[in-house]
Structure formats: C-alpha cells, structure tokens
C-alpha cells in the first residue's frame, strides 16, 4: 500500500495531468478544489467503469463478486498490450482496452458458466473468481510470466485536449482535460441509463432481474439475458482494471488494482443500480483516493496510512447509510439479484 | 437433442469420493496447462511442488509451519459460511490477532513466564479478532449492512494500522533501538514468548498447529452435538424457519462472527508466537492468509475436521511454492493451483447434486440453462 502510495507520488505522465504543480499566491484555494475536483474524476473513472459493469451483472440478477479478479486480469491484459501492441501509439492504446475488455468478459463468463451453468452458490463462485484471478492469484502469475513489471507501460492514456478547451477557467480542467476513456466513460453513463429504461432490451434486463419466471413466461431467454450481461458487465471492469497500468501508475505491480473491485462492488448498492447516481458515486471515491496524493503534494503532513485508509473508510460509512434508514427497502436492488432460476419441471 | 439435469434424491456414496478426486484430477490438468503455456515443465513442475512440500528433508516441519495460519482462517471461515454469514475478513482478523498478540507480549515483557505470556497472546490475538470482525457483525446485524464488503474493506483498514504502527509512527509495536533506527521494523517479542514445537523426530509441529486442531474438534463439537450449532444450521438453511422457532438470529450472527473473528485473531497470534516473534506488517501484507483460508473451508465443504488435512495439503502447496520461488516458478502460480481447485471443486458439485440426462429429440426444454 505505502509502495504504491510512492509510485503514485512519482509516477509522472499519468496523475501530473490531473495534479498540476502548486501555484502562487492568493488562487491557492480555488486551484486546490479544483484539483480536488479534477483528480476525483481521473481517479473516479475506472470505479465508475467497473460499477457499471457490475450495475449491468446485477440487472440480470447475477451478483458477481468476482469483480476485483476481473479488473486485475483486464489491467494484466492491458499492460500485455500495451508492451506488445503493433501500431502508432494511439492504436496500440485501443489495442491494449480491447485486450482488456476481452480478457474482463472471459474472466466474467467463467462466473457465468459456473453459477447459470453449474448451479453454484453466486457469492460462492464470485469469491472464487476473485480468488483464481486475484492479486496472489493468476493476475500475478500471467504478470511474471509475461515480465510485466520490467519497465514502464509504454503507451499510455494520455490527456485529450478538445479543441483547446482545457485553457478554459475553472471549467477546462475539469470537465476537457481528460484521458479518452473518462470521456468514454460519460457517453456510456447516457448509454446505459437509455438502455436500462427507454430501450424493449433493457426492459427485458430488468425483467429477467426482477422476475426471472415472469420474462421467461414472456419468452425472454433468462440464461442468455444472464449470460450476455454478466460478460457484457466482465468486459467494463477488464477495461476499469487496465485503467490503473495505462493512466493512473505506469508500473505493474501485483494487485495494481488495490481492492477498488470491492469498492465497485459498494458503489453499486450506493447508486441504487442507476448509472447516473454510480458516477455521483465513483467521483467521491476518486476524490477520497486522491486527496492523499493531493495533500502530499502540496506538503500537508498527514498520515500515509490513515490517507490510504479513507476510502475503504468511506466505503464503509457508506454502505452503513444507504443500508439503513429509508434505504433499507434496497430502493432499486433487482428483487431476484443473486438467486439461481431453473425452470420448474413439468 | 439435449442435455437435462436431474436432482438426484440421495448421492451414492462412491460419488461423493469420485467427484472431488475428478475436481482436483481436472484442476491439476488444467494448471498444468497453464504451466505448460508458459513455458513449463508441467509435470516436472508438480514434481518439485511434491518433493518440496512434503517428501524432502524438512519439508513436512515448514508444511506444517505453513498450514497452520490457514488452518486457523479456514477454521474462521467455515464456522462463518456455516450460517450464510459471508466473513472474508479472517485476513483482517489475522492481521489484528496479530498486533493484539504482539502487543501484549511486548507489554508483559521479560517479567512474565513462559505460559503466562502465551496465554496472554492467545487471549490478546482472540480478543482483537473478535473485536474486529464485531465491527461488521453489529453492522450487520442491527444496520442490515452487506457483511462481505465490510469485513473485505475491514482487511485493508488491519494492514494499514499494522503498517502504521510500524512503519508510520513510533507506536510500542516498533523497534526504536539498533539497527531499527535504521530501518523500521518490528519490535521482538520476549524470548520466553516464543511458542514451543513438540518434535517427533523427522519433523517438529508447533504448539499453533495443536490449539488449531483443537479448535477444530472443539467446532465439530459445537456444531455436532450443541443446541447452539444446531440453531447455526437452522438460521444458514432456512432464516425464516429460524425465526417462526424462536431463534434469536441477530444473537447468534453477533456471537458466531465473534467467534469466527476469535479464531482468526488465534492465529495472529500463532504467526507472531510461533512463526516470525515480531509484527511483520508486510510479510501479513503479501501473505494473503485470509483469502486461501476460504479456499480451505470451501475444499474442506465447511467441516472444521475436513479443514485441518485441507490447511496439510495447501500448507504444503504454499511452503513449496516459497521454496521454489524463481524464473521457472513464478509468484502468482500458487494462487492459481489453489483457485483453479477452488473452482473445479466447485463446478465438480454438480455432478454429485444432479444426473445429467440425454433429452428425447424434440426440444422440450427450449433454451434452458445447460
């Protein structure tokens, strides 16, 4: 955890464009919101890729724990690509998030496979996932057999100015001086809101998810709607996972990821399995991930330990919140989330 | 034609041997590919594991030293899983059991003896376990709060306070004279702290692997013959006939969790006591205890008798993996023999529940899950 503090703290390209160096005088305040703000965001995209994808599992009423395992094979298979993609640089960045979504589905289709296939307990086999994949796990091995951690990540997400908006007071950059994939990021948030509630598809989803009986009796294919968006969900961590090689610390290192699956995981349940409420979500946890480095570099003396601690903190408080009180109904939970269907025998 | 599942009404016998030696049989294939893939000998591979971990001179003693921590997270988790109460903090538990533990020896110091200070650490080490899984047992019990989550963020808060207390601050965990001025590291526990091994001539077990296999009796016991194991089996199968028989659910979650915390807090203790006489915050770190421990259980199908051989064999699997450590045995290959078990293990169940049955050739099931 300090090691990867360190990194971070140096790791140049990546967080340089979301920490500018301290500027003078009176601004001071105002700039450090807005760096708040900004590294909240960078920090916030792969955790808000990751939740909705899990967003996505869970609609179908798969509960997939496996979601950390998922990221650190996506960020593996990000990293690989990044070393031995062919091309510009800029295509061997897509060559390396399409490995990365690839690899996520294949981790996420073997959870599949296991619980709609081979009837096993949800919690149970998402544990496994995370277990087989996780940071002691295959995600280390593949790493070590592939040297991964030889030298820096070559090509890398870098910042995208659009049009030279970036210039802009305050609100260039926050909102134009991102890398693609938070940009990506936003479309998919509009994306996935109008697929779950105005699209004949997305209504299926939540059928499926809410009454798994019910849409089959409709016609609805329950294991095919399952399949599809437990792997369709793999492939968005994949792509949260490689977020970490390719933007946020350019060196691998095993269990790059640092527990954020788990953290994906809270962020559903405290975005109510609305996309736009896990954006509100995932940007809170940036911002918790990122006041440490924040504070470090403006020479705030604090606590590497107690910093690096705030999120899983957060996370916590948070989910004591939203599980009591007037959340305690589970406002949107899918009712048949983590519950096996079979289809009753004549 | 078609492939349909049928609930067998009562498992033959001689499956419930053939299906996880299939498992393990299809687990060992496939990690051997995964070995081969990547360069490897992959029966020389295994080979090497079984020499290293349990045939050659010494072996058995460091397999045993190795299992024991995982034979007390195992412990924590099966008792847990029992009841449907997902606890995957025994890594956190562990890791506070540890500084409980460390720092009650530390604070006795040389004035107590031997069994004092050992009984202080077990007491210590189970009471900070406790404690820190009944965090997220009151969480769940009175707040409703997913205990998964909880108890997994619960692990990274215990690895930083050790790492604090070590590393980040001059706690009375830290050595502060020598070469710690140098470089942090922990403080040494009191030669008389240090835990006892019987040796029975080719190898030595140590006391930790003893109090763990009694607390696994002492489980079997409880959850074989008590009122209260059976209320445990009662509420894990079926909550809501728990409470039409007057079960007190919310009781029984705060008191199996705390103990569940307990004895991975046990285990702190031993990995202090018995194993490394210091808090070692990284070597806790990189060990991932917590999280083989529920590979333990689930193997073990929840028996607390069945996890003390399981915790032998993957004990042996660990202690050769860190033995073997090198370019042709690289990091991360241990974690993916026990996950690829895991997996199998699991996916194998079906077989044993259901029949699988050839459907007639008209489509009667459409679509169905197969």
Known sequence: MIALATVLAQAGDGASSALPVASNGSGVNSNLLIVIFASAIFYGTPLLLAALGEMLTERSGVLNLGLEGTMLMGAVAGCWASIHGTGPGWLVVIEALLAAMVVGGLTAALHAVLVLTFRVEQIVSGLAITILAGAAGLSSYLANSLELSKGPVPHRLE???????????????????????????????GALWWYLFRSRRGLHLRAVGESPATA???????????????????????????????AIIPLWSDGITGGRGWIALALVIFGFWRPELILVGAYLFGAFSSLGLTLQARNVEVSAQLLDSLPYLMTIVVLVFVSSGWARRRLGAPAALGTSYEREER | MGLRLERRVDRP?????????????????????????????????????LERGFTSRGAFTATLTAATPLLFTGLAAAAAFRMGVFNIGGEGQLIVGAIGASGAAIALGDSASGPVLIVAMVVAGAAAGAAWAGIAAVLRAYLGTNEIITTLMLNYLAINLATYLVFGSTSAWRELTGTGLMFPQGKKIPDAARWPGIDFGNFTVGLGFFLGTAIAIGLFVLFRATRYGFSVRVIGDEPRAARYAGMRTRRTILSLLALSGAVAGIGGASDVGGTRYLLDPKALGQAGYGYAGIVVAALARLNPLAVVGVSILMGGLANAGRALQGPDFPAGLVGTLQGLLLVCTLAGELFARYRVRRTAPTPATPGAAA
């Open chain 1, 159 to 189: 910042a995208i100015d659009v049009g030279g908006l970036s210039d802009l007071p305050v609100a260039g950059p926050l909102l134009f001086d991102h890398n693609a994939l938070t940009y990506a990021s936003w479309v998919l948030v």
């Open chain 1, 216 to 246: 089959d009796a409709m016609g609805i294919s329950v294991a095919r709607t399952r399949y599809a968006h437990t792997i369709a969900g793999g492939a968005l961590a994949g792509l949260g996972g490689a977020f970490y090689p390719l």
């Open chain 2, 13 to 49: 016998r001689w499956l419930t041997v053939a299906v996880p030696l299939a498992s393990v049989a299809v687990a060992l294939f496939v990690g051997g590919v995964v070995i081969a893939l990547s360069g490897n000998d992959a029966v020389d591979t295994y080979a090497r594991i």
